[in-house]
C-alpha cells in the first residue's frame, strides 16, 4: 500500500512536469540562406508544424543568413536550413527542409514522451 | 575574377622559376592556355601560376610554391604535421606576401590553435586583430544535430565568403573537412557540396589547403577527398626507426609542373616547418676562387700554398687522438682571425671542454667567442635524428651567418644511423653550406686507426662529396706514436703528394717534414735521432776537415821555415865564402907587400954587399 502511495505521487510529479514543459513556450531559430526553393519549403513546414502542435506557445524567428553572415559563424551554422531550438534546453539542431515532421516533433519533445513505458 | 588575375600575374611574374618553364610539356601549355582568357596569362603561358608558401624547402620541391588559385590536398595521419603546415602557409601569407588568409579549423577551437603554434612563434591573434588573419572554429557534434530532409552547406559557404570578404583573403585553410563526414549522415549531399565549395573557392581564385587523415592501405584520405582536390596533393608521413622519428614529406602529384618526386624529411622547429630537399634539385651553386688559409703555414704548402677553396668541404679524418679537433679549432681560430665568423658543431664536448683543451695547443677560442665571432653549439648526436641535427644546424646557420663552419665529428653524428640514410643528409648539408659560400671543415673519425690498412669503407661514402681531404695518421715505430698527416685528394688545385709529421705543441699545430732516409721514413724522437746523429756526423766531418786543414797549413810552415833555413844557411854559407875569398885577397895582397917589401930589402942588400958581410 505504501509503496503503491509512492508510486502515484511520482507519477503524479511526473505528469505536472511534462504538464509544465508542455505548457512553457518554445523559442525556435530558423536560419535559412537567401530564398531558395529549399529555404521557402523549410520555413513553410516549420510553421506548420508550429501552428498544429504549438499553438499559442511558440516563437519562431527566421534569419536570413545571406542578410546577416555574421551570425553563422556566432551560431555555429554549417547546413542550411538549421532550425535551432533555443528553449526548453536542452538546445537542439535540425538541418534540411523540414519535411520529415516526425524527426522534428520527436526532437521538440512533442512526441515520444508517451513512448516512456511507465506511463503507458 | 579581375582579383584573381592580378594575383596570378603576381605570383608567375615573382614565384617560378625560369627552369620549369623550360621543362614545360606541351600538356602543360595547352592546360594554360585553355586556362586564359586575358593577355597576361598569355605573357606568362609557359608555366602554372604558382603561390609561395614561404615554408623553406617546399617552394623548391614544387618549383614555386602552391597552386595559384587552387586547392592543395595536405594529407597524413594524425599528428603527422598537416595543421601545422597550413598554418605557416597562412601565417607566411599573411606577413611574407601580403596575402591575408582564413583558417577554418573543424576539430579545435581557435584558441586551442592559437597556443598550439604559439610554440612556432606564431601568434594568430594577433594576426588576427591586424585582420592578417581570420580564424574560424566550426563546431560541429553529430548527436546534437537532426537531420530532417534535404539540405546544402550554405550556411558553411556563407560563413567562409564572410570570413575571406572581411580580410581580402588570398588563401584559406580547412582543417579538416573531414570531420564533416562524421557530423553529417548524409554523406552523398556532403560530397556534391564539397565538390560545389572547390569550384566555389576556385571560381574566386583562392589558394586553398584541405587537410585530410590519411586512409587505409593505399587510400590517401579516408574519405576519398583527392576525389575533389586533383592539382595538387602532398604526403605527410610520420615514421620511427631506430626509436627516433622522422617526418617526411611527398609531393604526391602536382598537375602541370615538374616537381620532386621523392620523399623529404622535414621538420617542425622552432621557426616552423622546413622541408630539407635533397640537393634542392640542381647543383648548380655558385664557386669561388677565393683561397682561405688552413691556420697552418706549412699546411697550407701543402695545398698549392694558399689553402682551402672558399665554401668548399673538407673532410679530416683519422683515428682517435690525430688530432683532428686541433686543425677545426685551428682552422676556426684563423678565420675569426681574419674577422669573419665562424661556428662549431661540437658533438662528443662542451663548449667549455673544447675551449680549455684548445688552450693547451695555445689555441684560444675564448677570446673570439666573447667577441661574438666564434659560436660552440654543443650537444649529443643521439638527442635527435640527423634530420633533426640538420635543421638545427640549418637554424644556427641562417641566424649567425658564419663564414666558415666545423663539425666535430660528423662520423658520430651521421655514420651511426642506417648508411643509406647518411649520405643524403650529409649532402643536403654539404649542399646548403656550398649555396651559402660557407667552408665547411668535416671532422671523421675513422675506426680502423691502423697506419697500413685503407680508410674506412663508410668514409669512402662520405669522401666523395668532399672537396679536400686530409688524412691523419698516428705512426707507432720504437715504442712511440707519432702524428702525421697527408693529403688525400684536393679537388682544383696542386697538392702536395708528401706524408709530414704533425706536430701539436704548446705554441699551436705545425708540420715537420718526416725523416725520408735511405729505405725508412721515422718521425719523432726516431726522426730526432737520426737528425741528431746526422748533426753529430756532419760537425764531426767538419772537423775533421778542418784538422787537416790546419795540418797542411802547419807543414806548410815547416816546409817554409826550412826553406827559409835553407836559404838562411846558403846566405851564411854565401857570406863565408865571400868572406874567406876576401881574406884570401888579402893575404894575398899582404903576401904582394911583403915580397916587395922584402925584395926592396934584398935589393938594398944586394946594392952594397958589404952589408951582409958587415953584419956577420
Redesign the interface.
Known amino acids: 500500500m505504501k509503496a503503491n502511495a509512492a508510486r502515484l505521487t511520482e507519477t503524479d510529479a511526473m505528469a505536472a512536469a511534462v504538464a509544465a514543459r508542455d505548457a512553457a513556450v518554445c523559442v525556435l531559430r530558423l536560419?535559412v540562406?537567401?530564398s531558395?526553393p529549399?529555404s521557402a519549403r523549410?520555413i513553410f513546414?516549420i510553421r506548420k508544424i508550429c501552428d498544429e502542435h504549438l499553438p499559442g506557445r511558440h516563437d519562431l524567428e527566421v534569419v536570413d543568413?545571406?542578410q546577416h553572415?555574421?551570425l553563422?559563424?556566432s551560431e555555429?551554422?554549417?547546413?542550411?536550413?538549421?532550425?535551432i531550438k533555443i528553449l526548453p534546453l536542452p538546445?537542439?539542431?535540425?538541418?534540411?527542409?523540414?519535411?520529415?515532421?516526425e524527426?522534428?516533433l520527436q526532437?521538440l519533445g512533442l512526441r515520444g514522451a508517451s513512448k516512456i513505458p511507465c506511463l503507458a | 575574377m579581375t582579383e584573381f588575375q592580378t594575383s596570378r600575374t603576381i605570383v608567375g611574374s615573382t614565384g617560378i622559376s625560369p627552369r620549369i618553364a623550360k621543362d614545360a610539356t606541351p600538356v602543360q601549355r595547352a592546360r594554360s592556355i585553355k586556362g586564359t582568357m586575358t593577355k597576361t596569362m598569355t605573357e606568362s603561358l609557359p608555366t602554372l601560376p604558382k603561390v609561395r608558401t614561404g615554408i623553406e624547402g617546399l617552394d623548391e620541391i614544387t618549383g614555386g610554391g602552391l597552386p595559384a588559385g587552387r586547392p592543395t590536398l595536405v594529407a597524413g595521419n594524425a599528428g603527422s604535421g598537416k595543421t601545422m603546415l597550413a598554418v605557416e602557409f597562412l601565417v607566411r601569407g599573411a606577413t611574407q606576401f601580403g596575402e591575408p588568409g582564413v583558417f577554418m579549423m573543424f576539430e579545435e577551437s581557435a584558441a586551442e590553435l592559437a597556443a598550439n603554434v604559439r610554440s612556432l612563434g606564431f601568434d594568430l591573434e594577433e594576426l588576427a586583430a591586424q585582420k592578417k588573419i581570420a580564424l574560424?572554429y566550426?563546431?560541429?557534434e553529430r548527436n546534437?544535430?537532426?537531420?530532417?530532409?534535404?539540405?546544402?552547406?550554405?550556411?558553411?559557404?556563407?560563413?567562409l565568403?564572410?570570413?575571406i570578404d572581411s580580410i581580402g583573403a588570398k588563401r584559406v585553410v580547412l582543417d579538416t573537412l573531414e570531420a564533416?563526414f562524421a557530423?553529417?549522415s548524409n554523406h552523398g549531399i556532403l560530397r556534391s557540396e564539397l565538390r560545389r565549395l572547390f569550384r566555389w573557392m576556385k571560381d574566386r581564385g583562392l589558394t586553398a589547403i584541405i587537410t585530410g587523415e590519411k586512409g587505409e592501405g593505399n587510400a590517401v584520405t579516408r574519405y576519398g577527398l583527392e576525389e575533389y582536390v586533383a592539382d595538387c596533393v602532398i604526403v605527410l608521413d610520420q615514421r620511427i626507426q631506430d626509436q627516433l622519428s622522422t617526418r617526411r614529406l611527398r609531393v604526391l602529384k602536382y598537375r602541370g609542373t615538374a616537381h620532386g618526386m621523392n620523399e623529404y624529411p622535414f621538420l617542425i622547429g622552432a621557426h616552423g616547418f622546413s622541408v630539407l630537399p635533397i640537393t634542392s634539385l640542381l647543383l648548380d651553386h655558385q664557386v669561388s676562387t677565393q683561397r682561405i688559409p688552413t691556420g697552418v703555414a706549412r699546411l697550407d704548402e701543402m695545398l698549392g700554398g694558399l689553402g682551402y677553396f672558399r665554401g668548399s668541404s673538407v673532410l679530416v679524418s683519422g683515428s682517435p687522438g690525430t688530432g683532428k679537433t686541433s686543425l677545426a679549432a685551428k682552422f676556426i681560430e684563423t678565420a675569426c682571425q681574419r674577422g669573419e665568423r665562424a661556428l662549431f658543431f661540437a658533438y662528443e664536448e662542451s663548449s667549455a671542454q673544447i675551449v680549455r683543451n684548445m688552450l693547451s695547443v695555445g689555441i684560444d677560442l675564448e677570446r673570439w667567442i666573447k667577441k661574438g665571432l666564434l659560436q660552440i653549439h654543443s650537444s649529443r648526436p643521439t638527442l635527435q635524428g640527423h634530420e633533426q641535427h640538420l635543421v638545427t644546424m640549418h637554424d644556427a646557420v641562417r641566424a649567425f651567418r658564419p663564414t666558415v663552419v666545423a663539425v666535430d665529428p660528423v662520423t658520430n653524428l651521421f655514420l651511426a644511423h642506417n648508411d643509406a640514410e647518411v649520405k643524403p643528409t650529409l649532402m643536403r648539408l654539404i649542399d646548403f653550406l656550398k649555396k651559402e659560400q660557407i667552408t665547411a671543415l668535416f671532422v671523421g673519425l675513422t675506426t680502423s686507426g691502423d697506419a697500413t690498412s685503407a680508410p674506412d669503407d663508410s668514409q669512402l661514402g662520405v669522401s666523395s662529396l668532399m672537396d679536400t681531404w686530409l688524412l691523419l695518421r698516428n705512426v707507432e715505430f720504437n715504442g712511440e706514436r707519432n702524428r702525421t698527416i697527408f693529403v688525400h685528394k684536393s679537388r682544383g688545385m696542386a697538392h702536395s703528394n708528401q706524408v709530414r709529421e704533425f706536430v701539436l705543441g704548446d705554441q699551436g699545430i705545425d708540420l715537420v717534414d718526416v725523416y725520408l732516409g735511405g729505405d725508412r721514413v721515422l718521425t719523432g724522437s726516431a726522426r730526432v735521432t737520426q737528425e741528431a746523429q746526422e748533426r753529430a756526423a756532419a760537425t764531426l766531418r767538419g772537423q775533421d776537415h778542418e784538422r787537416k786543414l790546419r795540418q797542411l797549413a802547419s807543414k806548410r810552415k815547416a816546409i817554409e821555415a826550412q826553406i827559409a833555413a835553407l836559404q838562411a844557411e846558403a846566405e851564411a854559407e854565401t857570406e863565408e865564402v865571400h868572406f874567406a875569398i876576401a881574406q884570401e885577397t888579402l893575404q894575398v895582397t899582404a903576401t904582394h907587400l911583403d915580397a916587395a917589401a922584402m925584395s926592396q930589402q934584398r935589393r938594398v942588400t944586394t946594392g952594397t954587399n958589404g952589408e951582409a958581410k958587415e953584419n956577420p
Open positions: 536560419y540562406t537567401g531558395s529549399r523549410a513546414n543568413l545571406s553572415p555574421m553563422a559563424k555555429q551554422i554549417l547546413a542550411a536550413p538549421t532550425l538546445a537542439r539542431r535540425f538541418v534540411g527542409d523540414m519535411s520529415q515532421s524527426r522534428i526532437g | 574560424d566550426v563546431h560541429i546534437e544535430i537532426e537531420e530532417t530532409g534535404e539540405y546544402d552547406l550554405e550556411g558553411l559557404f556563407i560563413r565568403g564572410h570570413a564533416l557530423g553529417l
